[in-house]
């Protein structure tokens, strides 16, 4: 089957069903969740759909940013393998008493829960989640950054927050994204997280980029980064060469756990 063949039969599910996922029309085209991506990518800078997180949705739909509940059950799996090889990372870039900017989303959070008792870093972050999981190890020293808090994503967001960030310069940044590729960078639909995300990005000497494959080709409307900015991009398998080569073309190291 062509790509303008295929395309045309996702436009008849997505007005027929409401609603594709990335994985399922893989699975029905006999094709990889990559070319899936680049098909809806061609539809929604055609105006035809709208892409979302894993999927796409009819054109014109105006979707809501889900919250943590919906997050954290979407792309699980995927998220623990890279909270898992975003451990074994960071323990290769920040010193034993080195310092690490977490900011707000739910593979972080992963990543937070899986820091060992005995480590003794300086850890700031904005998020409430992330704050939760490190509040009782007895040898970290954590600070949580200020702000007004949205309740979305549990995040300090605003003017606090953004002061508070500017007064730090620590080792290493790991944050997440709502989407990302090589020419639209990373991306946010939230103007005020995206604000936070870039002071994040201008407060650490390496930047680590957490992202399941899924949300590689989203676009959202606040974008906060560019990829020649991150230094290590921590994703799941489902990246697969051609967009992996494009991205490291940039700058990033590129782990698909």
Request: glycine share 8%; charged share 25%; proline share 4%.
């Amino acid at each position: 089957m062509y790509a303008p063949e295929r395309q045309q039969q996702i436009l008849q599910l997505v007005q027929e069903h409401g609603r594709v996922d990335v994985p399922s029309l893989a699975q029905t085209f006999g094709v990889t969740q990559e070319t899936i991506r680049r098909d809806l990518g061609v539809l929604d800078r055609a105006g035809l759909l709208r892409r979302v997180h894993g999927g796409a949705l009819p054109a014109g739909s105006l979707p809501e940013e889900p919250g943590l509940a919906e997050r954290e059950v979407t792309a699980a799996c995927e998220k623990d393998r890279i909270a898992h090889a975003a451990l074994e990372l960071l323990t290769e870039l920040v010193p034993a008493e080195g310092s690490v900017l977490l900011d707000a989303g739910t593979t972080v959070s992963r990543l937070a829960a899986l820091l060992p008792a005995d480590s003794a870093w300086t850890v700031a972050t904005n998020a409430l989640p992330v704050a939760a999981r490190l509040a009782d190890h007895p040898r970290l020293t954590l600070h949580l950054v200020g702000g007004r808090l949205r309740r979305r994503t549990h995040a300090a967001v605003d003017a606090w927050a953004l002061r508070d960030l500017a007064e730090l310069h620590a080792d290493v940044a790991v944050l997440a994204a709502n989407g990302f590729d090589a020419a639209g960078g990373l991306t946010t639909p939230d103007l005020a997280e995206a604000a936070v995300k870039r002071a994040m990005v201008a407060g650490a000497r390496r930047v680590v980029l957490l992202a399941d494959s899924a949300k590689h080709g989203d676009r959202h409307l606040a974008r906060f980064a560019g990829l020649a900015q991150v230094d290590v991009l921590v994703t799941d398998t489902g990246l697969d060469d051609d967009a992996t080569r494009e991205i490291e073309e940039l700058g990033p190291k590129v782990i698909r756990a």
